[in-house]
Each structure stands twice: as C-alpha cells, then as structure tokens.
C-alpha cells in the first residue's frame, strides 16, 4: 500500500479518501469481466451497450461499497479516539490506515466488526433491491443481485481470522480480553495470519498446477500480500509497544553548542562542529536563541561557498522550527519526524531549547531495549 502514488480524492466525514493507482487496474478488471462475461453469461441477449454500461455502474457501486466499509472501520476507530490518517482504495481492495493501536479490547473487537457487518447490511438491501426491482426491470435486478452477492463474499473474506484482516483483528481482541496481554494476543493473531496467508499461496499454487491460472496467480498474490502485511504490522506494533510510555526527554542529546550568527561555514564546520562531534547547534545574539543550525541545511550549501556563507543565512529561524515537548511520547515524535520528513528535531520547552532527538537516538533506543529483550 504504498502513501506516495495515490489521488487524493478529498474527504469524507473528516477521513481523507484517496485513489491508489493500483486501483485502476482492478477497477479495469472488475468491469470488464461484468461486461464482457458474468452478465452476458447470466442474462443473455442484451446488447453489447447494456452489458457495458451495467458493469461499469456496478463496478462503481461495488467500490463504493468497499469504501463504505472502511468508513465504517473509521467512524468506530475515531469514535474511541483513535485518528484515521486516510482511507486507500488498492489493488487488493482498501485499506484505513489507522496509526495507534486502540486502547481497548473492546474498541478492537468492535473496530474490526464494523466493517464486514457494515458490507453485510449494504448486501441486504442490495438483495431487497434485486428482489423489488427484479420484475420491474431486469437490469436492475442484475445490478443488485451481483452486488448482494459480492458484499457477502466481501463480508466473508474479511472474517478469516488472519490478522491483520478483520476476522484476524476479532480473534486478536478476544485473546487480548481474555489474556489481558495485547502484546501475547498479537503475537498470536499474526502466527495465525501468516499460516493463513501460507494457505493462500498453496491453494494459488496448487491451481496453477491443474492449469487454473489466472486464479492461482490471483490467490497467490493474496497470500503474498496477507503475509507481507501480518509481518509488517507485527514490526509497527512491537514498535509502537517499545516507544510507549517514553519521552523525548529519555532520549535527546542535550549536550548542544551556542554559536554566533556571523560565524562562516568553514570556521564552523573546522573549529565547531568536527572536533565536537555534536550535532545540535543553536544559534545565539544577544543571550538569546535565534535559530538552528542543521548538517542537511549545511549539505546544501556547495563547499566552495562555504567561506562566503554565514550561519545566518542557512539557519532556521527560531519561528519557524519545527520541536517537540520534553515530555511527549517517543510515538509522536517518530510520527511528527514521518510527517515533516525530518531526521531530527529540537526539543523545546517555552522559550528554551533543550536538546534536540534524532532518529539515530530512537533507533538506539529500540536497538537497546530489543537486545535487551525488554
Ligand atoms: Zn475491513
């Protein structure tokens, strides 16, 4: 799933929605396979217009309903106060990105069955449809009952107990109830889910060897993706676990060097910043902090000019630095690291600056407590 190649599409109930361009692919297939087979099989002799147009609406339908499931994923997650970074529709169908773990068993449990319940009342009232209008007009009726069906299969899907599919979410919040450990009812559920994804890629394979190809292939690749995912998600979760709980604080490197502002880059980098091997440098006039100085800002500058540059002229201005608080969790900072796009920031209380964290310092971090087993 990848964040950088998606259309934003805009928002909805305060949910960004965006279009992967992965999707268009199955968007493709979805419709031309209504068009071009099921609904010529299953309903012969309309013309060749109908048939197009039929599986175009239906396959729109058909991701609407998608997204209306992960809505539903969303608007329970943020109702326990757990933020939706975006909704994606993909390859594979879609996806709410949601970055915390919510905080409850129960918030879980019900997280999870949001969205295959929600895809289970759209296939009813798409099956009241089929049934109403079936008389009326067969088209629709064609239209609905293929949407019925295909929301109860999606329903269906969702509920193998393979983490981190929705069925693996369920089975990781009872275990999590009963045991009262998330980190034991993770490890768990991602077991489970890797062996399901496991039995993906068999089943794919054993399909392409009685010569059902491009099933196989298809069931394959879920299996490939369901294992990626489990696998992923278990490395994001036993992050998060080990960053909970501590701060900035813990981790910044204080030891920072005030320099004046008209100092050159050369002086600076020969007499300061090699010989103290440090990395915070905060810039100072007048007994007061005007700005930071940081290597990628010194990067941009070419070496020759190094002597005409002054620290002034690349700082960031105090105004404009990007910090965090002492005391905010190690999650938020590697998150507000992700989202500026940075590899280090200050770490600032009122109007002084305390040190600065870096990435290097949370990979420490993590490093330490992994080995240590902690
Ligand atoms: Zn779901």
């Known amino acids: 799933m990848s964040g950088g190649n998606a259309l934003r599409l805009g928002r ?17 297939l979805v419709t031309v396979s209504l068009s071009g087979q099921i609904f010529p099989s299953l309903y012969a002799g309309w013309s060749r217009g109908t048939y197009w147009l039929l599986g175009a609406l239906t396959s729109v339908l058909f991701f609407t309903s998608v997204l209306a499931h992960e809505l539903a994923h969303s608007l329970v997650s943020q109702a326990y106060g757990v933020p939706v970074h975006d909704i994606t529709l993909f390859i594979f169908g879609g996806a709410a ?19 295959p319940g ?24 064609a239209i609905g009952t293929w949407l019925a069906g295909i929301n109860a299969s999606l329903a269906a899907f969702n509920l193998i107990p393979g983490f ?8 990781r919040a009872l275990v999590w109830g009963l045991t009262g450990n998330l980190q034991r009812a993770t490890q768990f559920a991602t077991g489970l889910g890797r062996l399901i994804a496991f039995g993906f890629v068999l089943l794919g394979v054993w399909q392409l060897f009685i010569g059902n190809w491009v099933n196989g292939l298809w069931i394959a690749f879920i299996g490939w993706f369901l294992d990626s995912a489990a696998a992923s998600s278990y490395r994001r979760f036993t992050l998060r676990h080990l960053l909970a709980g ?16 008209h100092l050159t880059l050369d ?25 930071l100085l940081t290597l990628h800002r010194i990067r941009e500058v070419p070496r020759e000019r190094w002597s005409q540059t002054r620290v002034d002229d690349i700082m960031i201005p105090w105004a404009e630095l ?18 500026e796009d940075v590899n ?18 949370l990979l420490a971090f993590i490093h330490q407590r992994t080995e240590l087993g902690l």
């Not at 002086?267 to 007061?288: A, D, N, T, Y």
């Open 322 to 339: 990007k910090s965090v608080r002492p005391d905010e969790e190690l999650n938020t900072v590697f998150d507000r690291m992700a989202a």
């Open 118 to 141: 929600t895809s289970l009342v759209i296939s009813a009232l798409f099956g009241l449809f089929a049934l109403l209008s079936r008389s009326t007009s067969p088209h629709l009726g």
């Open 246 to 261: 501590h701060t900035a604080r813990e981790v910044m490197t204080s030891e920072c060097t005030l320099i004046p502002r």
């Open 164 to 171: 981190p599919l929705d069925g693996g979410r369920v089975f």
């Open 12 to 28: 909805i109930l305060g949910v960004e929605i965006k279009l992967d361009y992965s999707w268009f692919i199955i968007f493709v």
């Open 97 to 115: 990105h949601i970055d915390e773990e919510p905080k409850t068993a129960r918030a879980e449990l019900l997280m999870a069955l949001a969205g």
């Open 267 to 291: 002086v600076f980098v020969e007499q300061i910043m090699l010989p103290s091997g440090r990395r915070c440098f905060p810039v100072q006039e007048g007994g007061r902090i005007r700005g």
């Open 344 to 361: 280090q920031l200050p770490v600032i209380e009122g109007d002084s600056l305390l040190g600065m964290v870096a990435r290097d310092n």
